[in-house]
């Protein structure tokens, strides 16, 4: 992919999710083509070069790390116990960088929503070469 790649991920799929009309399947565990969004998501951030990755859980917090932990190993989880918007799910995941006195550039993304590699790599060689 492209030639640099934030270092971390942060994810998140803290939300209750009530578009989907689910209230036994996380958002990010519904399946596309057979595999659940977020191990989908995972391995594309992988393929992009992010090696470390945050999940912030909150609704359905155990069925959300069953399914990742299937697929990916080493993967933080930090659960947000009050659901207060999409701002304080991202903090959650800052905070635990912080914790770990880890810096470096981090994508935050939504858990539920695909993105393409190609589109990663653009949005990382615009990140890189405009000097953000």
Excluded: W
Excluded at 25 to 49: M, Q, S, T, W
Excluded at 56 to 84: D, K, P
Excluded at 105 to 123: C, M, N, S, Y
Aim: aromatic share 6%; net charge neutral.
């Amino acid at each position: 992919m492209g030639k640099r790649a934030p270092k971390y991920s942060i994810i998140l799929a803290a939300g209750k999710g009530t578009r989907m009309h689910s209230a036994a399947l996380h958002k990010v565990c519904f399946p596309i083509d057979g595999k659940p969004v977020i191990n989908r998501n995972l391995a594309v951030y992988k393929e992009c070069g992010i090696n470390s990755h945050i999940v912030v859980v909150g609704s359905l917090a155990g069925q959300v790390v069953e399914t990742v932990g299937r697929e990916h190993e080493g993967v933080i989880f930090v659960y947000q116990a009050e659901q207060l918007g999409t701002a304080h799910a991202a903090r959650q995941g800052a905070e635990v960088l912080a914790l770990l006195d880890e810096q470096g550039e981090v994508l935050v993304v939504a858990g539920d929503r695909v993105i393409e590699p190609l589109v990663l790599e653009k949005l990382f060689d615009l990140f890189y070469s405009s000097k953000c």
